[in-house]
Nanobody, 119 residues
Framework: QVHVAESGGGLVQAGGSLRLSCVASGDTVCISAMGWYRQAPGKERELVAGITSGGSISYADSVQGRFTISRDAVKNTFYLQMNNLKSEDTAVYYC?????????????WGQGTQVTVSS
C-alpha cells in the first residue's frame, strides 16, 4: 500500500506563492510516477503536474511556467512550488502515486490541502 499526506495550503493573495508538500509512506520504493491534482468546487479533479522516478516532468497548460514539481527521494516527499497564483488556482490540492514498478494493492488519496487565492 501507498499512503500520502499533503500539507502547505493556505490563503494567499493573487500573485503570491505557496509550496505544497506530500509525504508518501508504505511501499514507496514501488512508486514510479507521482502526480499533483486539484479539485475546485463544482469541477472534476484534474492533474496539474506529474513527475516520474526517471525525472520526467509534465504540467497542465494552465500552470506551465508558474508551478514547479520536485521530489526528495530520501525523504519520500514531493513538492509543488506555486508562484504567481491566480484566483482560478483556488482548489483542494491532492498528491497521488500514479504508477508503480512493483505490485501495490492500494494507492490511497490523502485529505488534500486547501489553497485559496484572493483577488
Amino acid at each position: 500500500q501507498v499512503h500520502v499526506a499533503e500539507s502547505g495550503g493556505g490563503l494567499v493573495q493573487a500573485g503570491g506563492s505557496l509550496r505544497l508538500s506530500c509525504v508518501a509512506s508504505g511501499d514507496t520504493v514501488c512508486i514510479s510516477a507521482m502526480g499533483w491534482y486539484r479539485q475546485a468546487p463544482g469541477k472534476e479533479r484534474e492533474l496539474v503536474a506529474g513527475i516520474t522516478s526517471g525525472g520526467s516532468i509534465s504540467y497542465a497548460d494552465s500552470v506551465q511556467g508558474r508551478f514547479t514539481i520536485s521530489r526528495d527521494a530520501v525523504k519520500n516527499t514531493f513538492y509543488l512550488q506555486m508562484n504567481n497564483l491566480k484566483s482560478e488556482d483556488t482548489a483542494v490540492y491532492y498528491c497521488h502515486a500514479d504508477d508503480f514498478v512493483c505490485p501495490v494493492s492500494v494507492s490511497s488519496w490523502g485529505q488534500g490541502t486547501q489553497v485559496t487565492v484572493s483577488s
